[in-house]
DNA sequence: CCCCCCCC
């Protein structure tokens, strides 16, 4: 029995098989010859409504850009925006880049014209499992997967089993896409409201999150700040499809979170361990975490800042049994000081250094945590 | 695409 007759008898006979025969070849020409005989078939059966005809599914890890056409189930991994371009006919062309993944590999789909509209429109996100048939061939980044007008790309309920290639967060570099991280969540900040560009409201507020490796802070965008309202600190959490920037004002990589970027709870199991500094071993310019006790008091002061609005600061010294450190506590950190006494433990985390006043100082703002026991 | 790290 020939594949044709093997994909026809899958049919159930809604048609003839010679009818099937015809609108096979008729689907080769219309292709162009894009695609085999038996792709098109699949094709014909899927226009008929019957789509479990592709028996022999490929994993990723086997495809290879001289296989031609194939049929694979994915699951979203990522998705890229897509973009618009000026055929020479005049007309204009649209490609967009979804990742999938499955449980042997990842690759990248390359969606043309009307396929790249899902994205555009949402009705694929990340997460969801795919079938998916294309045409694959060489692309910038090794074996891509084309899917124009004669691909397939629906939803499935068949599970798909992804080995979520996770980074941790000492490896993330400047410019690094897809990247899928998961760490404690260490801290979350008030969302800032702001006029973009264009002119329209933008919101945008930051967490910390941390893993065995290091902290990094996390910028989450527009609609992406309603994704922090169930989470608290200490939970566990992932982020999948971020972005890495270098803030231009501390000159620290940050994890961006846009339009497909999500960030969530996660079960995982997630190990971070605050790294204190010896105060003996601050330098000027950098972030810090001290632990000691306070070793002197000074007075709350309010102040007025150069735009205009006041604000708070007190001063207090820390010690531990490597050094002495004086430390500005801002705005309701400033506070603090009417609860302190000499000698209480104190945990400082994340104050940045400066050579100040007298000598080098720590700078408790609105990023740095303060913890009394 | 945003905001910081400001006082005496």
């Not at 809604?14 to 005989?37: A, T, Y």
Request: with cysteine; charged share 30%; net charge negative.
């Amino acid at each position: 029995m020939d594949e044709i007759t093997e994909i026809y008898n899958k049919l159930g006979g809604i048609i003839s098989e010679d009818d099937f025969r015809k609108r096979v070849d008729e689907k080769v020409d219309q292709m162009s010859g894009l695609c085999d005989m038996k792709t098109a078939a699949m094709l014909v059966a899927h226009d008929l409504g019957v789509t479990d005809t592709v028996k022999d599914i490929i994993k990723i890890k086997d495809i290879t850009a001289d296989i031609g056409n194939v049929s694979f189930v994915a699951k979203v991994t990522s998705i890229l925006d897509v973009r618009e371009f000026n055929r020479n006919d005049g007309t204009i062309g649209r490609v967009g880049t979804v990742k999938v993944a499955d449980e042997t590999g990842s690759i990248k789909l390359t969606l043309w014209d009307d396929r790249a509209d899902i994205i555009k429109d949402g009705s694929v996100e990340v997460g969801d499992s795919l079938e998916i048939t294309g045409y694959a061939k060489d692309g910038y980044s090794g074996t891509e997967i084309n899917i124009g007008k004669y691909g397939l790309m629906r939803q499935t309920d068949q599970k798909v089993e992804v080995s979520m290639q996770s980074q941790k967060i000492a490896d993330i570099k400047d410019g690094m896409s897809d990247i899928n991280i998961s760490g404690k969540l260490l801290d979350i900040s008030d969302v800032r409201n702001f006029q973009k560009k264009d002119g329209n409201p933008g919101r945008v507020m930051n967490i910390l999150i941390g893993d065995e490796t290091g902290k990094i802070r996390v910028t989450l965008w527009d609609e992406k700040v309603d994704s922090t309202t169930s989470l608290n600190l200490d939970d566990a959490v992932e982020i999948i499809n971020g972005y890495a920037r270098t803030n231009n004002f501390s000159q620290q990589v940050e994890v961006q979170i846009g339009n497909h970027g999500v960030l969530r709870k996660t079960e995982a199991n997630v190990e971070y361990k605050e790294s204190y500094t010896p105060i003996a071993d601050i330098i000027p310019g950098e972030s810090y975490s001290i632990k000691g006790f306070v070793s002197g008091l000074g007075e709350l002061r309010e102040f007025e800042k150069d735009d205009g609005t006041s604000n708070m600061v007190s001063n207090i010294y820390v010690s531990d049994d490597t050094g002495r450190i004086r430390v500005a506590l801002w705005g309701d950190h400033a506070l603090l000081v009417d609860e302190l006494d000499i000698e209480t433990p104190i945990e400082i985390i994340d104050a940045y250094s400066k050579s100040g006043y007298e000598d080098i100082e720590l700078s408790a703002g609105n990023r740095t945590r303060i913890t009394i026991k």
